[in-house]
């Protein structure tokens, strides 16, 4: 019976090999492979996001000092899943399997970085799942490539398309999930897999579409800024001058994280120990800061719409790049994209704060831009992806404290496999 069932397969996949006759336009049988791939991703990242949101409301329950054994012992926890399961790996792996592993993306590991990542971030890590995703879809697209016997770049666009169907069910930006995924690859030659643009564009379509439908996503930016409105050729100065601010600060984090770094390999210690130690120093922030707990999907907009002074900004602001640096470097897994952007919008409230005059999105827009930017190099995707996210129309000054940010990034990338 086996044996019947295999030769059924091949000839199935013999006849999905061949291309579609008497058809007169570009449709062809890759479109559908693209898009059950986007549909499957879309699938994927909403039962994650609906297990997410279930095991973040259970834990959300404690509160005040109960916060710190709840978040050492999640740590802990993690090290254990990582240490029996394997080691996931984090976004540089992801880099270096597509740049130089032929585009194949080992889904082994996924039951560790799924597991791990969930008690990350809905204890209250300060990394957000689009990191867990994308490795989740883009390695499921290399199985699916494999299984239609997909080859070269066939094989590596498949993959990256299931890259950016993982990111774009997140962030709801199609278009700037695709270029995300091409970005992230390479810091001087975005358009290095070009290939795959289209893959790309496609299955993030259909991403979005089944995740939309799963859990009753609308259209329209997430985070409640303000309307902007053009007051003249000064705002791209302005912008310029927000994303100077904003990229030091992106040295800023890139430095603390090399420091934490340091401080947990200086030691061979288990990875279940850095985790638990990782833990308790997030929860210990998380008790006297609690706005710097979790990634700041929903944070921002509690931050928007307080009054907090500008001491405890500046302290929130200090304390949430102390504790995404801790969180990265720790052991604890997950994706940095939305935690910068939180460390963008309390820069930006903070230079309002200080100089009243000055159009408050603009300035949270601006350093949101340059801060990801100077950390990730993705200044194309990173303007698409907050003029979506925020609803700011206005793409050229985010296109200019995108370029600022990127183009006062340090000389060494942040995310090493980016390297040439």
């Not at 800024?225 to 904003?246: H, K, M, P, R």
């Not at 833990?279 to 998380?286: D, K, M, R, S």
């Not at 990801?372 to 996210?389: D, F, H, Q």
Request: glycine share 10%; proline share 5%; hydrophobic share 50%.
């Amino acid at each position: 019976m086996k044996l019947k069932r295999r030769r059924k397969l091949v000839s199935y996949l013999n006849i999905l090999d061949q291309p579609i006759r008497f058809n007169p336009f570009v449709f062809s049988r890759t479109f559908l492979l693209w898009a059950f791939l986007g549909l499957l991703g879309g699938l994927i990242a909403g039962v994650y996001w609906i297990v997410l949101e279930f095991l973040t409301h259970q834990l959300a329950f404690f509160s005040g000092w109960e916060v710190i054994p709840v978040m050492a012992t999640c740590g802990l926890f993690v090290g254990l899943i990582i240490y029996f399961f394997g080691d996931p790996g984090e976004i540089n792996l992801i880099v270096n399997n597509i740049r130089f592993n032929k585009g194949k993306l080992n889904p082994k590991n996924n039951f560790s970085m799924v597991l791990s990542s969930l008690f990350c971030v809905a204890s209250g890590g300060s990394l957000g799942p689009e990191a867990p995703l994308v490795q989740v879809t883009g390695s499921m697209g290399t199985w699916i490539g494999k299984l239609f016997r997909l080859k070269g770049e066939a094989l590596r666009s498949l993959s990256i398309a299931g890259m950016a169907s993982g990111f774009t069910a997140l962030f709801g930006a199609p278009l700037g999930g695709s270029l995300f995924s091409l970005e992230i690859l390479h810091h001087k030659h975005a358009a290095t897999y070009y290939k795959a643009i289209i893959p790309a564009f496609v299955a993030s379509s259909f991403s979005y579409l089944v995740f939309a439908i799963i859990i009753h996503l609308g259209l329209g930016p997430i985070w409640d800024l303000s309307a902007y409105e053009y007051s003249g050729i000064f705002d791209f100065a302005y912008a310029v001058l927000f994303a100077i601010v904003g990229a030091a600060f992106g040295w800023a984090f890139i430095f603390s994280t090399k420091f934490f770094k340091y401080l947990f390999e200086k030691r061979p210690i288990p990875i279940y120990i850095k985790t638990f130690i990782g833990g308790i120093l997030l929860g210990v922030i998380a008790f006297y800061l609690p706005i710097t707990r979790y990634f700041g999907h929903h944070e921002i907009n509690e931050l928007l719409s307080s009054r907090f002074s500008i001491t405890l900004l500046l302290a929130i602001l200090i304390f949430k790049i102390i504790a995404i640096s801790i969180t990265v470097t720790s052991g604890w897994r997950g994706g940095f994209i939305i935690p910068l952007f939180f460390v963008g919008a309390t820069l930006g409230i903070i230079l309002h704060r200080l100089f009243p005059t000055i159009h408050l999105t603009l300035a949270i827009v601006s350093c949101m831009a340059a801060i990801n930017a100077c950390v990730t190099r993705t200044p194309m995707s990173t303007t698409i992806l907050l003029a979506t996210l925020t609803g700011f129309g206005h793409f050229i000054p985010i296109l200019f404290a995108s370029l600022t940010g990127y183009f006062l990034a340090p000389r060494i990338p942040f995310i090493s496999s980016q390297r040439d």
